[in-house]
């Protein structure tokens, strides 16, 4: 004798498809959430190899911290930025480039061609920024009264273009001058998608602090130039200026955040972690001693 089957009735299968949806609305935003954390866990790690590359760099450069753009005897006509001088300890050009960063590879204008004779088709999009902090004495920031006989100050870790034109005191930044590398921010993120609201231009893949922005890196041997140098957002993150400012001139200044509260930063000592923007430089003239992008405190 044959038994008969029992199939399933229009409620329970409706039953069975919004207990999957329930769950699917549950479960997908988790994913979403470990997929962000797991981006902004390998940011991190990214900050701390290049971190370490520039700690390297010095260890064979008499203990002095490479410049964030300079002119040098290897360069001829063209800069060289911190990036090309570290990438030699890093080789890997990808480590430059965060996967939080959307816009890593955004194309330029179409004026900038005439820059490079392929539009920058082999070059390589920068997703971070090194501290270039300086400032005359008793004021925050730069000024344009910096020179020969009254050179700028320069609190952060390298020099943002050494050469004859901008003057600062000291003209390198050596390891041993660092009074807390513990609590001196080196490099920090500074994504593109940030940077192009505020870049020059038309251009895009900009990196800066109180520096030469630097836009992208031309793979070895890839015909145009080197490095190119332009301006994005100086604004280092301050935690007294008003939440209803717009970026970048808000407390969290022109960094680029991890999950909406916190960016990823690296410290001289090559420690590398999260933490808010605005914590880092709460009061960069009346409360130096808490100034975590001023080297020399």
């Known amino acids: 004798m044959q038994s008969k089957r029992r199939a399933f009735t229009l409620i329970e299968l409706l039953v069975v498809i919004a207990i999957i949806a329930i769950l699917a609305a549950i479960l997908f935003p988790v994913f979403a959430q470990a997929k962000a954390a797991a981006k902004a866990s390998a940011d991190l790690s990214n900050l701390k190899q290049q971190t370490l590359g520039v700690i390297m760099y010095a260890g064979d450069n008499d203990d002095v911290f490479c410049d964030a753009n300079s002119d040098d005897n290897d360069s001829g006509s063209f800069t060289r930025t911190w990036v090309q001088k570290v990438t030699p300890y890093i080789k890997s050009l990808p480590i430059f480039q965060s996967p939080l960063d959307s816009r890593h590879d955004a194309a330029v204008a179409s004026w900038a061609t ?98 030469e922005a630097f836009l992208q890196v031309r793979v070895p041997g890839d015909i145009g130039y080197d490095a190119f140098g332009w301006f994005g957002p100086e604004v280092i993150p301050n935690g007294q200026l008003k939440k209803t400012n717009a970026y970048p001139d808000g407390p969290t200044g022109g960094v680029s955040l991890t999950n909406g509260r916190v960016a990823n930063f690296a410290f001289v000592d090559g420690h590398a972690k999260a933490i808010a923007p605005e914590a880092t430089n709460p009061d960069p003239v009346n409360n130096r001693a808490g100034n975590m992008w001023d080297a020399d405190r």
């Open 114 to 211: 005439s820059f490079s004779p392929d539009n920058f088709k082999n070059a390589v999009g920068i997703s971070y920024a090194p501290n270039s902090y300086v400032h005359s004495p008793g004021s925050a920031g730069i000024t344009a009264a910096c020179s020969a006989e009254t050179p700028c100050t320069m609190g952060g870790v390298m020099n943002q273009d050494n050469n004859t034109a901008r003057m600062y005191s000291p003209a390198t930044r050596s390891a041993t001058s660092v009074t807390q590398p513990a609590g001196t921010v080196m490099l920090a993120d500074l994504f593109s998608a940030d940077t192009f609201k505020e870049g020059c231009c038309g251009f895009t893949n900009v990196s800066e602090w109180f520096s």
